[in-house]
């Protein structure tokens, strides 16, 4: 038996270090054999802060990035640090690098941050203006169809890498995680506790129908085969059934109060 903890939208980069300590040492205390993080981990000071859950807690860490954590910076030069940094770490594993993970004989791991691509909903009406298109270099200062085109190319990104690796997953394990950070279904981006409708303005720029298209080419030729996608980003709550093999929990978050997602016992 395995224990899995799941953090998504811990967003440490508000805490003080001793805060930080305090939450790993809550989710050192919970004995994980593996720890999934889905993204928002440390806003600025991202590579710290991963620096900080290597240290305290010493067990493989698997990890996705959040649009958070390229505020300040560029895309390029984020992920750049983060491939460096997971190439010579013995605990961080960066999911786009790894290819299938085995957690266990039954069960496996694959995972990809995606990105909110404005694939549902209607991108163009919409009055949103989230401060990804101020705080990230390659998303700032785009007319709108520029914008919307930079986010469909990053979704497309994260679709293409699920395309490549969870077909892989579904041939050898009778389980697969699936870990990104936005939601890729309207039925699982819940906000403010409750899913949207397709009018909602906010639906665009929380949900990645590039990643949720790629989940629906490739689940149903598995048909005995179970997928769970973990997802955040919206900071609410909920759990979608998608197809009878295909399930999406989207976890809430709250600013300044990190908590454990859920600890999962797999065989």
Same mark, same amino acid.
């Given at each position: 038996?395995?224990?899995?903890?799941?953090?998504?939208?811990?967003?440490?980069?508000?805490?003080?270090?001793?805060?930080?300590?305090?939450?790993?040492?809550?989710?050192? /205390?919970?004995?994980?054999?593996?720890?999934?993080?889905?993204?928002?981990?440390?806003?600025?000071?991202?590579?710290?802060?991963?620096?900080?859950?290597?240290?305290?807690?010493?067990?493989?860490?698997?990890?996705?990035?959040?649009?958070?954590?390229?505020?300040?910076?560029?895309?390029?030069?984020?992920?750049?640090?983060?491939? /460096?940094?997971?190439?010579?770490?013995?605990?961080?594993?960066?999911?786009?690098?790894?290819?299938?993970?085995?957690?266990?004989?039954?069960?496996?791991?694959?995972?990809?941050?995606?990105? +909110?691509?404005?694939?549902?909903?209607?991108?163009?009406? +919409?009055?949103?203006?989230?401060?990804?298109?101020?705080?990230?270099?390659?998303?700032?200062?785009?007319?709108?169809?520029?914008?919307?085109?930079?986010?469909?190319?990053?979704?497309?990104?994260?679709?293409?890498?699920?395309?490549?690796?969870?077909?892989?997953?579904?041939?050898?394990?009778?389980?697969?995680?699936?870990?990104?950070?936005?939601?890729?279904?309207?039925?699982?981006?819940?906000?403010?506790?409750?899913?949207?409708?397709?009018?909602?303005?906010?639906?665009?720029?929380?949900?990645?129908?590039?990643?949720?298209?790629?989940?629906?080419?490739?689940?149903?030729?598995?048909?005995?085969?179970?997928? /769970?996608?973990?997802?955040?980003?919206?900071?609410?709550?909920?759990?979608?059934?998608?197809?009878?093999?295909?399930?999406?929990?989207?976890?809430?978050?709250?600013?300044?109060?990190?908590?454990?997602?859920?600890?999962?016992?797999?065989?």
């Amino acid at each position: 038996m395995k224990r899995l903890a799941w953090l998504t939208d811990i967003h440490l980069e508000f805490l003080q270090p001793e805060q930080i300590e305090a939450f790993l040492k809550t989710v050192h /205390t919970t004995n994980p054999d593996y720890v999934l993080v889905g993204g928002d981990i440390g806003g600025h000071r991202l590579m710290g802060i991963l620096e900080m859950i290597e240290f305290s807690l010493q067990v493989p860490i698997y990890f996705v990035l959040g649009n958070h954590d390229y505020y300040n910076h560029s895309i390029a030069a984020v992920r750049d640090a983060v491939r /460096t940094l997971s190439l010579v770490s013995a605990y961080l594993h960066w999911l786009p690098l790894c290819d299938v993970v085995q957690l266990t004989e039954q069960i496996g791991l694959v995972g990809h941050g995606g990105w +909110s691509d404005g694939g549902y909903g209607d991108f163009m009406s +919409s009055s949103v203006m989230l401060n990804d298109y101020i705080y990230i270099r390659e998303l700032r200062g785009l007319s709108k169809s520029e914008r919307l085109a930079a986010l469909q190319q990053l979704g497309e990104e994260g679709a293409n890498h699920i395309r490549k690796v969870l077909p892989l997953a579904l041939e050898r394990f009778q389980q697969v995680f699936v870990v990104t950070h936005s939601p890729p279904f309207i039925e699982a981006t819940w906000h403010e506790n409750k899913t949207p409708q397709p009018d909602d303005p906010y639906l665009p720029h929380f949900s990645c129908k590039a990643i949720g298209d790629a989940l629906l080419e490739i689940v149903p030729q598995f048909p005995h085969r179970q997928v /769970t996608v973990l997802c955040g980003h919206t900071h609410s709550s909920g759990q979608a059934q998608i197809r009878d093999n295909l399930q999406v929990l989207t976890q809430g978050a709250e600013y300044n109060n990190p908590q454990i997602a859920r600890l999962f016992e797999v065989e």
